[in-house]
């Protein structure tokens, strides 16, 4: 490694005293002659100090403070910095590391393992530390630390690596190559007249001295209007604006040498954009190409109407007209050519360059670089001779730029059209080793046998700005051999993992490992549920190419998801960006990158965006490639555009499949929501090529909108032409809706007599979930010729393919629907009746033999063994939470439905997680209760468990809490069947277990399966009329449950317990006020910020925090007896005006919202805005109109019904009883309280934190 050297040296040899001080007795005065100092470790300079400073040292008693350390390295936070270059001495020293090294005289070299402090003689001083670490004597030593190279490069490969140097600026490193390798070629550029093919294509080559006499004429050329800076000037901004190529980075090097800011300005910037950046930049000048003169006329016009007129442009110095520059002269007649007066050293710690972000999620934001920071970053430079296609305004290609020069390497410019035949030429004609590309490039090339060729040809192969797909890089890796070397990093931090490996041992090009540079300063954050991660990478403090923090520790947080290779240690696979994100309604998230990768690597496709955010379905914009468009018409039947987009629609569509069998099923695309655009459109994108999601899904809202109401109302035509088909009898209606589940299940139709097993099995139960239903509906819709719209709950009403034959039919011969209504409530009647029975019929009595074991095995009193359902739920986490505290549980088995008994303990652990409760482990380490996650299927024999796992339940079960039970309001009672029969299966476990003398179920209810019931208070009974519970699926099923629960109390005997848990409205945690943001009320809440008002609803609310109600639940399995029905509800009520009251306080929501009547907030509500993703609660409207509409419920309000649905007050004396005889009552009488201010704001701040809301 190379380091400045020096006539003397001391060696700090003590040990550190605190470590925060060195002792060196009489340094200062041993270094008073000294007119430089520089601090080195690991052989790279940390930073110098003037002789000037030298007075600040107290020669008498030697020490030097970190506050001084950091002063000598230019830091920012001096005492910080100098604290840790003194942590990293003294960790290497007390380590015994050797890798700490200097270049210092050999005859000098006493040991290693020491950092040094260098004095540098006052005839010297001139040069700066570059020139001078350029000239050094014969006899010096460079020593190579093996800390800079790759963990997994050959020594073969690394030698090639540039060596390191240790400079304290760009100027000081472009002199320094100057210096030492004037004659050495840097730039190659393409010859004005060039042409193709390649052998006539030819470049202009200029060395790094040539290169350095056009600057200096350019620096000449602009003096007199950019004089060059002076110690006493402020540091000026200069702005460019203009095509990359050869002028661009003379320029860039010419306004760096005079002392000034450059400021790179991409020319995809629009008007607004460009005058933000101006302003943000406080750019005192803007020089810009001739190429964009019209954007400079339309910017002055845009910044004049805003008052802003300081900002001085002109058109750049061309290499063309500086060297026409005739230079003035000195006065010993030598050519005088204008630079900063400023010393290497001193423009360390200022300013280099200023890029921007891509502006993605408004306008670009300026990243300011010092020389300190982008010196640090380009010692990662692989030492080879490049092609660079990157525009120089980009960050990866200023860095690839800066890069050759560190490492002393010829640079191939290419500046012309981005088409493989002209790539190809290009490259052919150069000698070049290493390539610089961003994706679309690679992508570009691997289309034609000669783009291959040409990559191949290549020692490496470079990309960065975005991520590759996958089928892109496979191919060009494991068919073609080519060594394709991912690159990753940011302005922000630099470069800081590489894909770099054996090409002939090592495929995995997408797996990046960091660099043994950074490696120390990486963190590694899971922000997953469980430890494969994703990852975030984050960035320490004291990495020395940071140049942004967005942390209170001074570290950098980047967004970018990584998972780590299963077996490579180190090795890591981006994945996309936390912001990426797309979060749908009902709670379900999509990373949409893999799949853009995934379709964007198809030929057919130029460019795609995948969308969905606040919806229940992605989709996905699609621009055909031309090729798609070329192969589309030569094979389109006819000459309509409607042929021409099927056939179009039929390439996109391979596309798409390949990434939906890589999504997770609620991420798949449907052809319904896959939207073609025109082939010339062009998306918004950053100079690396990558899409700037934000501005794309704004610039196409109303195709996006249009895309889900045509699939929403049916009319979606999907990629392919659609048939329309008559139904006039039973077997055609059945048909056409067998084909239309088979095609959304993806089940095929076996042929009779087994068909008709299919045409009656519950569609609910073979998997169909609501956007296949959707799906389902939308397809019928558009495939038969219907007089009338099919209802939106169409499959969850009629949940066969023979009863959605029947109404499919009845619909064709436009037969009246509200008979058919009548007839599905009595078929529900009477299929609740029939299944009643059935559940009865399967109930095991629990006998004398079963009875005598068990009061064997519990002769001495025994632990319990909880056997919970629903552990992945909010209540269900609470209550497994609440059972780890009670000393009389021993062991809490949690059945989920899962693929695998791992895959189970990973759904329990991120329920907790995401509720902000204890791991099982920590519940295990600090509660010492066991907790054990099975992959169950309650339909299944043995509940689906092995003979051990159901041996063990049998032995030890002594309670089951039911609480898992599908929440979907649109099912009918038939689709819950599974459940019900579930239901049978876990009562008939504890019929058999000799666990204990008397097993309990407990089975978690809603207030909803007695909602209706006659009268103003609901008692703690069984009900008997079906009539009681609310009109829906959900609710029906548990009142079912319920009579099931007495029937089971009489029948199973020998001790069994069965307790009816009906519980109310649950709301967020009291102490984290966590709160599903997807439910009614929360998003009736949110409408204060999306619409500006709520209702002044006249009724009183019985809201209990799921943390209460978990704890009561928990309480449950303690009385020695208990059966029948407990009210898990708050009957302290609180006014809803109360609510609104403690909403407006200025700690949650202040006065930001109005307070209007109910008709009032329904009529502002249906006129905001329609996207659920900025306004979720219009997703609710039709339920809110339902619920708080008179007019409509008038329309449905029998005499009898009007009674049913009056408010009731819910008896909780037996929940009161059960607490007394616990000792608990005064813990259940705290928990039963109204709502106070302590728990509406921990429940504001918990949506806030999440982003539900501001």
């Known amino acids: 490694m190379g380091c400045l050297c020096s006539t003397r040296q001391v060696s700090l040899d003590e040990d550190l005293r605190s470590g925060d001080v060195w002792h060196k007795k009489d340094f200062a005065t041993e270094l008073a002659d000294a007119h430089l100092l520089c601090l080195s470790l690991n052989g790279g300079v940390l930073g110098s100090l003037q002789c000037r400073e030298m007075r600040r040292w107290d020669a008498g008693s030697g020490e030097i403070d970190p506050g001084l350390l950091g002063s000598i390295m230019g830091a920012g936070s001096k005492k910080r910095e100098g604290q840790h270059f003194l942590e990293m001495y003294g960790n290497h ?177 629009s008007v607004p954009a460009l005058a933000h950046l101006v302003k943000a930049t406080k750019a005192q000048c803007l020089l810009y190409g001739t190429d964009q003169t019209s954007k400079i006329l339309d910017l002055k016009a845009f910044l004049l109407e805003q008052g802003q007129t300081s900002t001085q442009m002109m ?60 010196v640090a970053n380009l010692a990662s430079a692989f030492g080879r001779d490049g092609f660079i296609t990157v525009p120089l305004f980009h960050n990866f290609g200023h860095a690839s730029f800066w890069r050759a020069v560190y490492a002393g390497k010829k640079l191939f410019m290419h500046d012309g059209r981005l088409t493989a035949d002209v790539l190809v030429d290009a490259i052919g004609a150069s000698t070049a080793s290493q390539f610089y590309a961003v ?12 783009g291959l060729e040409a990559l191949r040809r290549f020692e490496l192969v470079t990309f960065a700005g975005s991520a590759c797909p996958s089928e892109i890089g496979d191919m060009l890796v494991q068919q073609h051999n080519v060594p394709l070397v991912a ?51 984050v960035v320490d403090s004291k990495w020395r190419a940071l ?133 010339d459109t062009k998306f918004s994108s950053a100079d690396k090529g990558s899409l700037i999601r ?56 076996s042929p009779p007599p087994a068909s008709a097993e299919f045409f ?48 499919l039919l009845s619909s064709a011969r436009g037969e009246e629907q509200s008979a058919s209504s009548v007839d599905r409530n009595a078929s529900e009647n009477q299929a609740m009746h029939t299944t009643m029975q059935q559940l009865e019929r399967l109930l095991m009595v629990r006998d004398a033999t079963i009875v005598q074991a068990a009061a064997a095995a519990c002769a001495v009193p025994r632990k319990h063994t909880i056997v919970l359902t629903g552990s992945t739920g909010s209540l269900g986490a609470h209550i497994l939470q609440q059972l780890a505290t009670m000393d009389d549980i021993k062991t809490v088995v949690c059945l989920n439905r899962a693929k695998s008994n791992d895959d189970a303990q990973k759904r329990t652990e991120e329920s907790l997680q995401v509720r902000g409760l204890s791991s099982t482990a920590q519940i295990v380490a600090e509660k010492g209760v066991r907790i054990v996650c099975l992959a169950s299927d309650l339909n299944k024999p043995q509940l689906g468990l092995d003979n051990d796992a159901w041996g063990y339940l049998l032995k030890d079960t002594s309670c089951v809490i039911h609480n898992g039970w599908p929440v979907n309001f649109n099912m009918s009672v038939e689709s819950f069947s599974s459940s019900l029969f579930g239901t049978v299966a876990l009562m008939n476990l504890l019929s058999q277990t ?103 609803l006249p009724e009183q609310v019985s809201w209990l925090p799921v943390n209460d109600a978990g704890f009561i639940m928990a309480r449950l399995v303690q009385p020695a007896k208990l059966h029948g029905v407990v009210h898990i509800v708050n009957p302290s009520l609180t006014p809803f005006a109360k609510v609104l009251e403690l909403l407006r306080a200025p700690h949650n929501l202040g006065d930001s919202f109005e307070v209007v009547d109910t008709l009032e907030w329904l009529r502002r509500l249906a006129e905001s805005d329609k996207d659920p993703e900025k306004n979720p609660t219009i997703k609710l409207l039709s339920f809110f109109h339902s619920k708080y509409d008179p007019s409509l419920q008038a329309q449905t309000l029998t005499e009898e019904y009007a009674r049913r649905k009056q408010a009731k007050k819910h008896q909780v004396s037996h929940l009161q009883s059960v607490f007394q005889q616990l000792g608990l009552e005064q813990q259940l009488r705290d928990r039963l309280v109204e709502v106070d201010d302590q728990l509406l704001t921990n429940i504001v701040a918990a949506w806030r934190r999440d982003g539900f809301l501001l």
């Open 93 to 269: 020293k007390r380590a015994g590391d050797s890798n700490i090294v200097s270049a210092i005289p050999a005859d000098n070299i006493q040991s290693q393992g020491r950092p040094s402090i260098m004095s540098i003689p006052s005839s010297r001083v001139d040069l700066g530390a570059a020139a001078f670490a350029a000239s050094k004597p014969s006899g010096v030593v460079t020593c190579t630390s093996d800390a800079v190279r790759s963990p997994t490069a050959t020594q073969g490969e690394m030698s090639k690596n540039a060596p390191v140097l240790s400079l304290p600026s760009l100027n000081a490193l472009f002199a320094h190559k100057v210096k030492t390798m004037g004659d050495s070629v840097f730039l190659c550029v393409p010859k004005k007249d060039s042409s193709f093919p390649a052998s006539s294509f030819e470049y202009d080559q200029y060395t790094f001295s040539q290169t350095d006499s056009l600057v200096k004429k350019i620096c000449a050329k602009y003096a007199r209007i950019l004089p060059p800076r002076r110690h006493e000037d402020a540091q000026k901004v200069v702005a460019l604006f203009a095509d990359s190529g050869f002028d661009y980075a003379l320029n860039a090097l010419a306004i760096c040498r005079l002392g000034h800011t450059v400021a790179y300005l991409s020319t995809n910037n």
């Open 315 to 374: 058109q750049w110095t061309t290499v063309a007209e500086a060297v026409e520059t005739s230079p003035a002269e000195d006065q010993t007649g030598r050519e005088a050519f204008p630079a900063s007066q400023l010393s290497y050293a001193e423009e360390s710690p200022e300013v280099a360059f200023i890029v921007h972000s891509s502006g993605s999620t408004g306008f670009p934001k300026p990243i300011l670089i010092t020389h300190r920071a982008s």
């Open 439 to 450: 994706p679309f490039v690679l992508k570009l090339l691997s289309e034609s046998e000669r």
């Open 487 to 537: 690159l990753y990093g940011s302005t922000e931090v630099g470069q800081l993992m590489t894909s770099f490996r054996d090409f002939a041992t090592d495929k995995e090009w997408e797996f990046l490992r960091p660099t043994a540079a950074f490696k120390p300063f990486l963190h590694l954050e899971n922000v997953g549920s469980d430890e494969s991660g994703p990852f975030e990478v």
């Open 547 to 679: 140049t942004k923090s967005n942390r209170p520790d001074g570290s950098y947080a980047t967004s970018d998801l990584f998972v780590r290779h299963p077996t490579l240690p180190d090795a890591f696979k981006f994945v996309g960006r936390s912001d990426d994100t797309l979060v749908h309604y009902n709670g379900e998230k999509t990373n949409p990158v893999p799949m853009e990768l995934a379709i964007r690597s198809s030929p057919y496709v130029a460019e795609c965006l995948v969308f969905g955010a606040g919806r229940a379905q992605t989709g996905v914009l699609v621009v055909p490639s031309s090729l798609a468009v070329e192969k589309a018409q030569a094979e389109s039947s006819a000459a309509s555009e409607a042929s021409l987009d099927r056939q179009l629609g039929r390439l996109v569509w391979k596309a798409v499949e390949a990434a939906n069998r890589e999504a997770p099923s609620h991420s798949r695309v449907v052809p319904e929501l896959v939207k073609l655009l025109p082939a």
């Open 694 to 749: 934000a501005k794309v899904v704004k610039a196409f809202e109303q195709e996006i909108a249009q895309a889900y109401a045509d699939y929403e109302a049916g009319t979606a035509a999907g990629l392919e032409s659609v048939q329309i088909q008559q139904v006039d009898d039973e077997p055609s209606a059945i048909s056409v809706v067998a084909q239309v589940v088979s095609e959304v299940s993806g089940r095929p139709i």
């Open 760 to 807: 009656n099995v519950d569609l609910i139960q073979l998997g169909i979930d609501s956007l296949q239903a959707n799906r389902i509906r939308n397809l019928l819709q558009q495939r038969v010729q219907l007089p009338s719209r099919l209802p939106p709950n169409l499959v969850f009403e009629h949940p066969t393919v023979r009863k959605l034959a029947k109404f």
């Open 994 to 1096: 000799v666990g204990t003398q008397s097993p309990r179920f407990i089975f978690s209810s809603s207030v909803s399966a007695s909602a209706r019931r006659l009268g103003n208070v609901v008692e703690e009974t069984i009900s008997q009329d079906a009539k009681d519970a609310q009109e829906m699926g959900y609710a029906r099923s548990k009142w079912m449950v319920e009579r099931l629960c007495g029937v089971a109390q009489q029948l199973v005997g020998g001790g069994f317990d069965a307790v009816v848990a009906r519980i109310g409205q649950m709301v967020g945690d009291r102490r984290s006020g966590i709160w599903n943001q997807t439910e009614a009320v929360p998003l009736m809440l949110k409408s204060a910020q999306t619409v500006g008002c709520l209702p002044n």
